[in-house]
């Protein structure tokens, strides 16, 4: 994981958390999308802005504000399997009320 909270932009009553997405559209918010929207993999967004857009109405249905989303992909290989990291990090930035209801998502807070 390459970015601290020293390259992500600090914004006071709020809090950077970050998880590392699996690969195969295995992910909540991916899934959720394919389930309210009848998808198939092909059908799922492939534009930043688009699934920036998803995750952030995924979690606000959860009561859970994104305020920005930034995502850093790694200079290492990842293995195939759809258990296996997609290859980036996604970073949210939450409000601090709801740091421990993003954190109960399986996201960590950024150091």
């Not at 959720?32 to 009848?38: A, K, P, Q, V």
């Not at 990090?89 to 150091?111: M, R, S, W």
Request: aromatic share 12%.
């Amino acid at each position: 994981k390459a970015p601290t909270s020293n390259s992500l932009p600090d914004q006071p009553g709020a809090t950077w958390v970050s998880i590392d997405p699996i690969q195969c559209l295995g992910n909540p918010w991916e899934q959720d999308w394919l389930r309210r929207n009848n998808g198939t993999w092909g059908d799922y967004p492939q534009e930043w802005e688009a699934q920036r857009a998803i995750i952030t109405d995924y979690y606000a249905r959860l009561g859970i504000r994104v305020l920005a989303a930034r995502r850093d992909w790694w200079d290492r290989p990842v293995c195939e399997a759809c258990s296996c990291p997609a290859g980036y990090t996604l970073y949210l930035l939450v409000p601090d009320e709801d740091v421990a209801d993003i954190v109960a998502q399986e996201f960590e807070v950024v150091p």
